[in-house]
């Protein structure tokens, strides 16, 4: 992404993603038990282990995120300074 000299890089946007995880696994969790509770035909019965997948996966994410985000922020000034190449400008 080139830079342009006017313009100052902003910066990331803090974030909380494992309570984005967290908010995505209860949904599925919910479905889930709402799923359990009306009963669903016997050809409809994969809809529940989509649910418990989900469930499972956004699981996995809440205790996998703050993990990459100890790894990023420790790579963050070696990644600081690597710096793309400079690129003469698209005509």
Known sequence: MPTHPGRPQPEPL????????AGGTAVWLIALVVLLLVGLPSDQRWWLWVCLTGAIIGAFACLYI????????QEGPARAEETEPDLPPIS
């Open 14 to 21: 803090k974030t909380n993603d494992v309570l984005v995880a």
């Open 66 to 73: 703050p993990r990459l985000q100890r790894k990023r922020d």
